[in-house]
């Protein structure tokens, strides 16, 4: 309790005219907070997480939540309490603007693959030997380096990764977010777990899928101008930010649907591009 008053008062060291919580988030937490730094307008959306009350009462304006809705749109509401005009920005793709690229040899084709999650969300994480199928695949068939990211937690199941494909053929990345945006824009394709890399990929322009069972690619999916999702016929999303924190530690029934054979041929299809 301390350390949470003690970070309310260097909010408001900051004071802020207007706090915005975006969504999904620990909103009776970031309720508080928003309260404590004093900002005139606190604004974030009307929902109960973790069981934990609406906290609308610490609001100045609550926003209601659209069901289905990707998360960029359920944010990009938030805006409307200050009478911002939001319908530009709405269904628009994110870009982030890449650096130069340096040329590299012809011919050689550049895999990006992030085989992790946040630690609290490994039910979300495709297996790794199926990971592997797919990266010995594009280095027989296209002759591909691959190029394999993670964060530190992460590590150690990226080395194992990087030996089922074969450190000949594959490099560990483990690096700042930022070195590793730089990095990801050299790939001709991002292979990825639902996570923020699979986001920055996309961001990026590069040519990502992402894959999916348990979470819903409506409302969390990749919204790059290359960007393409994989799900397993007739699986749908069961993961819901207030109801279903956690679905264990081990990958997710829906994901193991997920055949490297169905990867690989939206991998071809967009190689073929």
């Known amino acids: 309790m301390l350390g949470h008053l003690a970070f309310g008062y260097r909010l408001r060291r900051g004071a802020p005219d207007v706090a915005l919580m975006l969504s999904p988030g620990q909103l009776a937490k970031g309720a508080l907070y928003m309260q404590l730094s004093g900002a005139q307008k606190r604004i974030a959306h009307r929902y109960p997480h973790l069981g934990n009350p609406a906290s609308a009462f610490l609001l100045t304006d609550a926003v209601l939540e659209e069901e289905g809705l990707h998360d960029i749109e359920q944010n990009l509401n938030l805006l409307l309490p200050l009478n911002i005009d939001i319908a530009p920005w709405q269904g628009q793709p994110y870009h982030f603007p890449p650096v130069p690229a340096q040329p590299r040899p012809a011919g050689v084709k550049i895999i990006g693959f992030h085989a992790g999650s946040a630690t609290d969300f490994t039910w979300k994480r495709w297996p790794l030997q199926r990971f592997a199928e797919v990266g010995r695949a594009l280095v027989t068939e296209h002759q591909a380096k691959i190029l394999i990211f993670s964060g530190a937690a992460e590590r150690e199941q990226s080395r194992q990764l990087q030996q089922l494909i074969g450190e000949a053929h594959a490099s560990l990345i483990t690096t700042n977010l ?96």
Do not use: W
Not at 220 to 233: E, L, Y
């Open 178 to 273: 930022l070195a590793a945006a730089g990095l990801i824009q050299h790939c001709d394709l991002f292979l990825s777990n639902d996570s923020g890399l699979m986001h920055i990929a996309a961001a990026l322009g590069v040519a990502t899928i992402g894959i999916f069972g348990p979470t819903d690619e409506r409302t969390t999916g990749p919204r790059g101008v290359r960007s393409s999702v994989v799900r397993a016929p007739g699986t749908s999303p069961v993961y819901h930010t207030e109801r279903h924190h956690s679905l264990g530690q081990e990958t997710h029934e829906t994901l193991l649907k997920v055949t490297p054979a169905l990867v690989l041929d939206k991998i071809a299809d967009i190689l073929s591009q």
